[in-house]
């Protein structure tokens, strides 16, 4: 019997070795798979890390606002009128002086 001639053996002799390999071809589309076209690829973990940084500016931003309010509140129950006289240009009854021209 005559031996089978494989029509593509030249063509396989130009490819490199490690790309012959099952195992490394099954690791490449492994990985390509997980890279592109998993639902936790790249750029949704880059987006889904982006927005916690913002989350937690934010976060950081709210805390010293209610630090500040803290404060405001504590001020006013100390001095209720000095508060409104600054944040509502309220100002205390003063004398009227009047002077009569004739």
């Known amino acids: 019997m005559a031996k089978r001639v494989n029509p593509f053996k030249p063509l396989l002799d130009k490819i490199p ?4 390999n099952k195992f490394f071809v099954t690791l ?15 750029t949704t973990q880059f987006k ?3 927005s916690l940084n913002n989350l937690k500016f934010e976060k ?3 805390v010293d606002l209610i630090k500040n309010v803290k404060i405001d509140r504590l001020d006013l ?14 100002q205390k009854k003063m004398k009227m002086f ?4 004739k």
Do not use: C, G
Request: glycine fraction near 0%.
């Open 17 to 20: 070795a490690p790309f012959r």
């Open 77 to 90: 129950e100390k001095n209720k009128e000095k508060y409104a006289r600054e944040h509502y240009y309220m």
């Open 60 to 62: 950081e931003k709210y």
């Open 28 to 42: 490449i589309l492994f990985a390509a798979w997980m890279v592109f076209f998993d639902s936790h690829n790249i």
């Open 98 to 101: 009047s002077s009569l021209k």
């Open 48 to 50: 889904l890390t982006q």
